[in-house]
C-alpha cells in the first residue's frame, strides 16, 4: 500500500480563503442551476401541469431506479446565449432495471420543447456518449421539433440526431423511445428510428404533417388522434409497440421493456467489499485550489481525498515533478491519473506522460487527467531541449490512446496545456470542470500583454507614436472579456465540458463514469501510435 499522506492545512488561513471563494462559486453556480430546473418559467410549468403532465425531470425521477443516482448532464447548454439555460432538454445517465442508461427529456414548458441550436449540440453529446459507452438510450419526448426561427442552425446538421438513432441500433445498443406529446415533421422520425416506442393515450402526436399543412398540401381534413394519435399508431400503422394509459403507465412499461432487453455489461462491477474509501474528507476539496490560480497547489491532495483508500502509486516521482503520475484505483475500478503540480509543462514531463500513457494503453487501463496547467514552456532554453517535439509526443499519445478518458479542469487550463492533458476536442469520455477552473489560449493578462507588444512594435516599425493611454484601455478590456470568457459557466454553456461539478461530489461522479464506460470493452493501443519525433 501507497497511502498518500497530506500536508493541506485545514485551520490555516490560506485554507479559509480558499474554501470560502469556492463555496461562493459554488452559490452562483447554483442559482444559473436553478434557471435550468425553472424550465420556462412558473407560467408554462403551471399551464404543463393543468394538462395533467409531469415535467421532464419527474418523467426521469420515475423512469429511474429508486435511490439510485441519476448523473445530469450538460444543465448549463446554452448559458449565455439567448436562449433558456437547458436548452430545453435535459440529459444524463441513470439505472433502469439495474441497467446504466443514457436518459434524454425534452423540456416541454420551454417553447413546447423545440429544439434551437444548442439542444441540438446537447442532444448530439448525448448521442456520443451513449455510444461510446454503449449505453442503451431511452428517448422521453415531447417537442414541437425545430426552433423554426433558428432553422438554419437546426435542419442541415440536425439529421445527425436520425443517424445516431439507426448507428446504435447497428452497433447493437438498445434505443427506446417513450412519447409523451408532439414528436412531428422531423420529430417523426425519433420513434421512427427508434427499437422500442411506447405511445400514451390521447397524448401522442406522431405525424410527418399535423393537420393544419395536410389540409395545405392535399386539401384532407383529419384530426390530429386519426392522422397521429397513440391509438392509430398501435392499431392501424404498426409504429407503436406499447400502448400506455397514462405517464405513468408508460414509464412503467419503458421499465419493463429495459428488464427484458438481456442487456450485460462487458465488465462485471467491482464487488463493494474491495472498495475503501479516501483516508481523508472529500469536504476538504473545497480548499484545495487558491483563489488565485498563479498560486500553486499540489493535485495530490485532491488525489488523496478521490481514490480508493487515498492509495496512490506513484510513476517516476523524481523525474519530470511539474507532472504527477500514478496508478489506483476509484470505486474499485483502475485508474491511471495524470495531474499538473506547478502549472508548466516542460520536455521531461511531456516524455514522462508520453510512456505512462502507452504503459496504461498496454495495461488496458483508463485514464483520469487533473488540469492545472498554463501550458508547455516557452523560452530560448525550452525551444532548443526540444520542448516543440517533446509536447508533440504528449499530444500524439494522448490522441491516438484507445483507452477510455476522463478529464477534471481544477485549475487552469489553457494554450496546447489544454490539448496534452486531453481537453475537449481531444474525445474524452466525460470532462468535468470545478467551478475554480478557468480555459483559454492563454491567461487574461497573458493574452492581453501580447496584444500590446505587438501592437507597439508595429507603431514602431511604422514611425508613429504609440499611445499609452488607449493601449491601457484596451488592455483593460481585453483582459476583461478574456475572463469572462474563460469562466467554467461561460465554457460550460458552449458544451465545452459536460458540468461544472461541486468538488466534494468528484469522486461520485468519477465513480458513475467509470461503471458507465466499463459497459462497453476497455482496451488499449497495441503499438497504434504515430510517428514520435525523438
Known amino acids: 500500500m501507497s497511502v498518500l499522506g497530506s500536508t493541506l492545512d485545514v485551520r490555516g488561513d490560506d ?15 447554483d442559482a444559473e442551476l436553478l434557471k435550468s430546473v425553472a424550465g420556462g418559467g412558473e407560467k408554462y410549468v403551471r399551464r404543463h401541469r393543468g394538462r395533467g403532465k409531469l415535467l421532464a425531470r419527474e418523467r426521469v425521477e420515475l423512469l429511474v431506479d429508486p435511490d439510485t443516482p441519476f448523473l445530469e448532464l450538460s444543465p448549463l447548454a446554452g448559458w449565455g446565449s439567448d436562449y433558456t439555460v437547458g436548452a430545453s432538454l435535459v440529459t444524463g445517465i441513470g439505472v433502469v432495471e439495474g441497467v446504466e442508461c443514457l436518459i434524454t427529456a425534452n423540456d416541454p414548458t420551454v417553447r413546447g420543447g423545440a429544439s434551437n441550436p444548442w439542444t441540438l449540440k446537447k ?27 433558428s432553422q438554419k442552425e437546426i435542419f442541415i446538421p440536425g439529421g445527425a440526431l436520425f443517424r445516431d438513432l439507426t448507428r446504435l441500433s447497428e452497433a447493437g445498443i438498445p434505443t427506446v423511445a417513450v412519447v409523451f406529446g408532439n414528436s412531428t415533421a422531423g420529430g417523426a422520425y425519433v420513434p421512427g428510428m427508434s427499437d422500442h416506442v411506447i405511445m400514451v393515450k390521447e397524448q401522442s402526436k406522431v405525424f410527418l404533417g399535423g393537420p393544419p399543412l395536410v389540409k395545405m398540401a392535399t386539401g384532407e381534413e383529419s384530426g390530429d388522434e386519426e392522422l397521429g394519435g397513440a391509438d392509430m399508431h398501435t392499431r392501424v400503422s404498426g409504429l407503436g409497440d406499447y400502448f400506455a394509459l397514462d405517464e405513468p403507465d408508460a414509464l412503467r412499461q419503458a421499465r419493463s421493456v429495459v428488464s427484458r432487453l438481456n442487456w450485460r455489461k462487458a465488465h462485471g462491477s467491482p464487488a463493494a467489499a474491495t472498495v475503501a474509501p479516501p483516508e481523508y474528507d472529500e469536504e476538504e476539496l473545497l480548499g484545495v485550489v487558491p483563489g488565485d490560480l498563479r498560486t500553486p497547489f499540489d493535485p495530490r491532495e485532491v488525489v488523496a481525498r478521490v481514490v480508493d483508500g487515498s492509495d496512490f502509486d506513484e510513476f517516476k516521482p523524481r523525474y519530470g515533478t511539474s507532472l504527477v503520475t500514478g496508478w489506483a484505483r476509484l470505486h474499485g475500478y483502475p485508474l491511471g491519473i495524470l495531474a499538473n503540480a506547478r502549472g508548466v509543462l516542460f520536455s521531461e514531463e511531456s516524455q514522462k506522460a508520453t510512456q505512462f500513457i502507452q504503459l496504461a494503453n498496454q495495461r488496458d487501463i483508463p485514464l483520469l487527467f487533473l488540469h492545472n496547467t498554463t501550458g508547455y514552456m516557452v523560452g530560448k532554453e525550452y525551444e532548443q531541449g526540444g520542448i516543440v517535439k517533446h509536447g508533440s509526443m504528449m499530444i500524439n499519445a494522448v490522441s491516438n490512446s484507445k483507452v477510455p478518458h ?13 490539448y496534452g492533458m486531453c481537453g475537449r476536442a481531444y474525445d474524452p469520455r466525460f470532462l468535468f470542470a470545478w467551478p475554480s477552473a478557468k480555459s483559454a489560449v492563454m491567461g487574461p493578462q497573458q493574452l492581453a500583454g501580447v496584444m500590446s507588444i505587438v501592437m507597439r512594435e508595429s507603431a514602431a516599425a511604422k514611425g508613429k507614436p504609440f499611445d499609452e493611454e488607449a493601449d491601457a484601455g484596451l488592455r483593460a478590456m481585453v483582459e476583461q472579456q478574456i475572463e469572462a470568457e474563460s469562466l467554467p459557466m461561460f465554457l460550460s454553456g458552449r458544451l465545452y465540458d459536460d ?5 466534494r461530489d468528484t469522486r461520485t461522479v468519477l465513480g458513475m463514469c467509470l461503471s458507465a464506460i466499463h459497459t462497453g470493452p476497455v482496451e488499449g493501443a497495441r503499438g497504434g501510435f504515430g510517428v514520435f519525433r525523438m
Open 15 to 29: 485554507y479559509a480563503a480558499a474554501r470560502e471563494t469556492m463555496l461562493r462559486r459554488l452559490g452562483e453556480l
Open 123 to 149: 442532444a448530439l453529446r448525448a448521442n456520443e456518449i451513449a455510444y461510446a459507452n454503449r449505453l442503451p438510450l431511452i428517448s422521453l419526448v415531447e417537442s414541437g421539433g425545430a426552433d423554426l426561427p
Open 406 to 418: 476522463l478529464s477534471v479542469l481544477m485549475g487552469a487550463s489553457y494554450g496546447a496545456g489544454h
Open 499 to 503: 458540468g461544472v461539478i461541486d468538488p
